[in-house]
């Protein structure tokens, strides 16, 4: 396993081993020793086709998060909303599929989102603090001032999504 670097500072890109046979593969997830996080709480969402999720964090007890998708193939979108951060308010966006060699690491501080590209994905989280509902802030997923390139411009969205505030009201 080794880290990769993307343009924002701590948002890094964990490539993973894979061991592959004619049976199928093998791949390992995390080492405590490559992030140096403890994740206490992981979970696994499913999605349909043109679902978007996000953009999401949590204000009062942050997460960072792990990000691998053990099925399909998604856009992942974060957004850096780090006060101090020379990057704050900026997105990065990547493709990420059940075949990928990485997951995405995501510190606290970041809103995470992601549309499910496939006819269906399976998202495995691993989270370095429990779901906190009352903490929880949804950024306006098509906000004009992030200007995130989604793939298409009516995707499924639940009610919480479709109420998301834009950035400048964070």
């Known amino acids: ?3 990769i670097k993307t343009k924002i500072k701590d948002l890094v890109i964990v490539k993973t081993n894979i ?4 049976r199928g593969f093998f791949k390992e997830i995390e080492r405590s020793k490559i992030l140096k996080k403890k994740f206490i709480f992981d979970c696994l969402s499913y999605s349909k086709k ?3 999720r996000g953009l999401h964090l949590q204000k009062i007890k942050p997460q960072a998060k792990l990000i691998t998708v053990a099925h399909g193939e ?3 979108v974060v957004v850096d909303l780090r006060k101090n951060s020379k990057t704050y308010g900026k997105h990065f966006s990547i493709k ?6 990485f997951s995405l690491f995501i510190p606290e501080g970041f809103a995470h989102g992601f549309m499910c ?3 269906n994905c ?3 989280y691993k989270c370095t603090n429990y779901r906190n509902e009352k903490s929880e802030v949804t950024l306006k997923w098509n906000d004009k001032d992030l200007k995130i390139k989604w793939p298409i411009k009516k995707p499924i969205l639940s009610k919480k999504d479709r109420l998301g505030i834009p950035l400048s009201d964070y």
């Open 19 to 22: 061991y592959k046979d004619h």
């Open 122 to 124: 399976i998202i495995y």
């Open 96 to 101: 990420i599929n059940q075949n990928s060699d």
């Open 50 to 52: 043109n679902t978007l």
């Open 117 to 119: 590209l496939s006819k």
């Open 1 to 3: 396993m080794k880290i």
């Open 74 to 76: 998604i856009l992942d």
